[in-house]
C-alpha cells in the first residue's frame, strides 16, 4: 500500500457473532478472529482485496470508518490541525510495527490513519 491508498474500514457493532452471521450471508465476506487480534474479527471481501474488522462500538465509534495508509500519522495529524481539522484519538500501537489514529475533517467526519506493516 501506498500513502493515501484506503487500507481497511471498520464497522462497529454491538455483537460481533450476529454482525459476522449477517455481512458473511450478505455479502459472503469471510470473516474470522486472526492470533493476536482476539476480539476483533476481521472482514474480507470476496475480491481478497476490501476488508476489514468488526469492532466494538462504543463512545464516539458508532458509524463506519475508513482508515488510510500514510507515511506519518505524527506529520498527517499536525497537517489536519494546520488545515482546520482536529485530532479525535492520538497516535496508538497496534502491534510493534504498525500504528493507528483518528483525525476529523473540517466538517466532522472521522477518518482512520494506518502507519506500518501488517505483520505481526
Known sequence: MAHGDITHIDIPVA?????SAFYSGLFGWR???IPGY???PMWQAPNKISGGGLAPRGDGFT???SYVEVDSIDEVLARASDSGGSVVMEK???SETSWFAVL?????NHIGLYEGTTEL
Do not use: C
Request: aromatic content about 4%; proline content about 14%; overall charge negative.
Open 104 to 108: 476529523a475533517d473540517p466538517d466532522g
Open 63 to 65: 458509524h463506519p470508518r
Open 92 to 94: 496508538s500501537p497496534i
Open 15 to 19: 455483537d460481533t457473532d450476529a454482525a
Open 31 to 33: 470473516i474470522a478472529e
Open 38 to 40: 482476539e476480539g476483533y
